[in-house]
Nanobody, 124 residues
Framework: QVQLVESGGGLVQPGGSLRLSCVVSKRTLSTYAMGWFRQAPGKEREFVAALTWSGGIVFYSEAVRGRFTISRDNSKNTGYLQMQSLKPEDTAVYYC?????????????????WGQGTQVTVSS
């Protein structure tokens, strides 16, 4: 069973930065890719970014492209989401997710494993 644990959320002012981390336990070749999603109050969970562990293929949503950077450290089984130029509309619970499939990596349905989420609040 693959487990994911996020950390790094918090309160930040507009224009500020945060880095989220996602530690993946038991990551093997079967854990093909990692994604980040977010869910704001009253809204559905939406795709933010995704990264394959081995091939470095990256996807971003239009809402975060150019401001967020997804990356990984294979030696630590850890993925990251560097968030810059944060806006109040980025406020949400952020989830990391893992999958052993190479399909629909920009959708909730493309992932088999989920973390518990970390709150990011952007407010002055």
């Amino acid at each position: 069973q693959v487990q994911l644990v996020e950390s790094g959320g918090g309160l930040v002012q507009p224009g500020g930065s945060l880095r989220l981390s996602c530690v993946v336990s038991k990551r093997t070749l079967s854990t093909y890719a990692m994604g980040w999603f977010r869910q704001a109050p009253g809204k559905e969970r939406e795709f933010v970014a995704a990264l394959t562990w081995s091939g470095g293929i990256v996807f971003y949503s239009e809402a975060v492209r150019g401001r967020f950077t997804i990356s990984r450290d294979n030696s630590k089984n850890t993925g990251y989401l560097q968030m810059q130029s944060l806006k109040p509309e980025d406020t949400a619970v952020y989830y990391c997710a893992g999958t052993n499939r190479m399909v629909r990596l920009t959708t909730n349905e493309g992932y088999d494993y989920w973390g518990q989420g970390t709150q990011v609040t952007v407010s002055s």
